[in-house]
């Protein structure tokens, strides 16, 4: 299993240009997740979705866009990059059936607005 | 407020140390304690679940008390490779399983 991945792993856009981040898991998860982390924030939500063709929004929302489209896949798309979203990325799953289970996490997406 | 919060540090300790970590959450109906260690610029890694009985896991403890809706993480005998990031992670079942991240605590263990 490859566990979490994530495409790409570093980006570098300008302000107004969109792109599309991509995580994909192989562990047939039910929950999958998008956060950001910037120094001194710890990891903020910012979307997330209990299942194929289902998304909701988190703690940051505003600037994104989700699709979950296959189960495996989770979208995060930036319409018009502004330097505030400059951040790591990071992406994490979970099986349906949660107890004390825990999140697998991406490696991370590195992205710079200038 | 926020619902997970913990002290930054950093934490500064000699090789051999034992230091102790603390993580408070608001949400009283908060059922899935984690803490989870993150090196930099590396995604985070669970380093162990903590249940209401306090567990072990080696030269690490976790306790939780949910009367004050505190978890705590001890580290004994420190090692340098424990220096990293301790994150604390709280999450309640009601509804969609969403995990909350505290800002993270700064441990730098020196020779």
């Known amino acids: 299993n490859a566990g979490v991945t994530q495409t790409p792993k570093f980006r570098v856009l300008k302000t107004g240009q969109s792109m599309t981040l991509l995580c994909a898991q192989d562990?047939?998860?039910?929950?999958m997740y998008w956060y950001r982390q910037d120094p001194g924030m710890g990891l903020r939500l910012i979307h997330y979705s209990v299942g194929e063709g289902t998304t909701a929004k988190g703690e940051v929302p505003d600037g994104y866009n989700v699709s979950r489209l296959k189960k495996q896949n989770f979208l995060l798309g930036l319409e018009s990059a502004a330097p505030s979203q400059t951040s790591v990325y990071f992406c994490?799953?979970?099986?349906?059936?949660?107890?004390?289970?825990?999140?697998?996490f991406g490696p991370g997406t590195r992205l710079l607005v200038l | 407020r926020k619902e997970v919060e913990q002290d930054p540090g950093p934490f500064n300790v000699p090789e051999g140390a034992t230091v102790a970590f603390n993580c408070t959450y608001s949400n009283s109906a908060s059922q899935s304690f984690f803490w989870y260690r993150q090196d930099c610029r590396k995604e985070p890694k669970l380093l162990m679940s903590v249940y209401s009985s306090g567990n072990e896991d080696g030269r690490f403890t976790a306790q939780l008390n949910r009367a004050s809706q505190y978890i705590s993480l001890l580290i004994r005998d420190s090692k340098l490779s424990d220096s990293a990031t301790y994150l604390c992670v709280v999450a309640s079942s009601g509804g969609s399983y969403i995990p909350t991240f505290g800002r993270g605590t700064s441990l730098i263990v020196h020779p």
């Open positions: 562990m047939n998860h039910e929950y």
């Open positions: 994490a799953s979970i099986p349906k059936e949660i107890t004390t289970e825990t999140q697998y």
